[in-house]
């Protein structure tokens, strides 16, 4: 523990050993959470980069309330949300009326797939579906906090994540049938 | 949220390439050197056209005496990186302070300015430790320099005549009101003690473990913050720190120095074997240094054959030369680098590359 405030002090005097030390702590970790967030490896890299730099620039910000990986964490979903909303603005189409009723409950049977392999068919997931598939489901956000986070409607949330669910649940069931045979 | 799924991810890690941390250290190390340059910049034009403001202003040029030239050039080459001489004269005092050397072109009638910045600023910046501290330093000259403008403008005779004579050098220069107008932190903040004059702050850089004589210039008495009342004291502080003099001038005034000492690592580690498989880790043969310049590294086989040379402490030896990929062998480095106080060293040892 004093081993982190001693980085966090070095990372706000940019002392670059420090820099280095706070980066070897997070960035397998952090490295896992982009991945979710993007489409490859490269990208979730380019994320990832772009995190650390914002977690470098702003880490005088942190003034040490709540847990300095929860802070680092947020800093780098907020980078991937940024990689992603610059890069793929028009991912997120409004399509609340074909939908009709959203039914927000709607549950995906993961089965007892390995993490690699749940991750690739999230991976495989459209841009606009994976982001707030992520933010709701894993991050645990309210679909009124990620459409301020996104700048989309409530609704447009709330189709997304029904859609990115659908299409999860037919696609882990095209996996199923397509490693294990039924 | 979908508990299942959040368990299953909580734990989820992979190691990312080489490449990220070498693409965001150089990008650390281009901001530290934009914003170093954006800070030295400003005060560089500032200093610039007071000096030519003043230099018309007194009509002639010759009035920088020698004598005052060479006294900002012995601040520079003080071991500190930066420093303010509380000797020198303040117009020469400023450029001092952010590194930036100015000097009038051998007095000639013209009064040209000569305007080159020294090459330590790049020695600087390759030294990314010292460039914070730089900076607040360079704030503090881009500050002060107005309100010497007005001083030199007003009484500018008594500012030529007062090269040698520190107990005028200090006088009116930097009164609090002449520089309320600029708001400033640093200055405001020596401003709010009534009847003391700020003679400056020196930067001071030393290894950990070293210890360091502060001199304070030349007055009447002193008293340093930690109690001391001579003129000397000698330091060793295990982390940074700022050190503060108030000293009685021989015009009965009170002067505020500072001392800001730097305590850097001034160590490199060098580690004794690498994988270059490709799997994101020890990937590279890479030294990690701070507080070092002039780094140099050497890498030869067991027969004395150079392999690979690097001057960047973020570059290191991803076990190819131009033949392709080298084998599992003990490999020899020759590493150089200058400490802050300069002094040279030169350190060797063996590695082994691992398949």
Redesign the interface.
Known sequence: MSDEIDIITGCK?????Y??AL?DKF???M??VC??YSHDLEEA?DM??EG??KV??HINDYRGDGSFEGWVRRVMINSAINYFVKNKRHYFQDDVDELGEVIEDER?H?DQLH?KD??KVIQGLPGGYRTVFNL?????YQHKEIAEMLGISVSTSKTQLLHAKRLLQKRLTDYNRETKGY | MDQFLKDKFDDFEQTPSVSVWSKLDRSLRLKRYARFSLKIGLPLVVATIITLVVLNNLGSPDVLQPAQNSASLQTNQDNSYVSSDINSSPKLNSPANSDIEISNSSKSSSGKVVVKSNERINSVTEKPVTAPDVLNNSIQSANSTPSIKVVAESQPQQKVSSGHDESQIITPQVTPSASTSIANDVIANQNELPGILFGGTEIKQICSGEEIALIAPEGKSYRWDNGDIGRTIVVRPNESQDVTVLLTNWSDQQVEMHYRIEVLDCSIYIPRAFSPNGDGQNDQFLPLGDGISNYNMKIYSKQGELLFESSELNIGWDGRTVNGKQPFDVYVYRVSFNDVNGKIHLISGTFTLLP
């Open positions: 005097k940019q002392v670059p050993r820099q280095r980066y960035a397998s970790k490295l896992g991945l979710r890299e990832l980069q650390f730099v470098f620039s995906v993961y993490v749940l991750l709701y489901e894993i991050e645990g």
